[in-house]
Nanobody
Framework: QVQLVESGGGLVQPGESLTLSCVVS????????MGWYRQAPGKKREFIAG???????NYVDSFKGRFTISRDNAKNTVYLQINDLRPDDTAVYYC???????WGQGTQVTVSS
């Protein structure tokens, strides 16, 4: 059974940075493409970036520049670094196996002064 545990969110001020983590169990992590997603209040969940087991990365164009996805296969962990946070980055952030439709609890990021 796949388990996803996201962490690292919180309340931050505009301009600050955060690194979100997602520890994954129940799958052959090193062979699994993973993605980060977010869902802002009142909006649909959206895909941010994906990373294959071999660390081939793709970003949605609107997230290029401030968002960096990475992974550590030895730790079964995928990361999302977000720089220069803005109020419209406020959302629940989720990781997931690409293509999977069952979700973990996510981690809340709130950007406010």
């Amino acid at each position: 059974q796949v388990q996803l545990v996201e962490s690292g969110g919180g309340l931050v001020q505009p301009g600050e940075s955060l690194t979100l983590s997602c520890v994954v169990s129940g799958i052959d992590f090193s062979r699994t493409a993973m993605g980060w997603y977010r869902q802002a209040p009142g909006k649909k969940r959206e895909f941010i970036a994906g990373i294959t087991g071999g660390s081939v990365i793709n970003y949605v164009d609107s997230f290029k520049g401030r968002f960096t996805i990475s992974r550590d296969n030895a730790k079964n962990t995928v990361y999302l670094q977000i720089n220069d946070l803005r109020p419209d980055d406020t959302a629940v952030y989720y990781c997931n196996q690409v293509g999977r439709t069952s979700w973990g609890q996510g981690t809340q990021v709130t950007v406010s002064s």
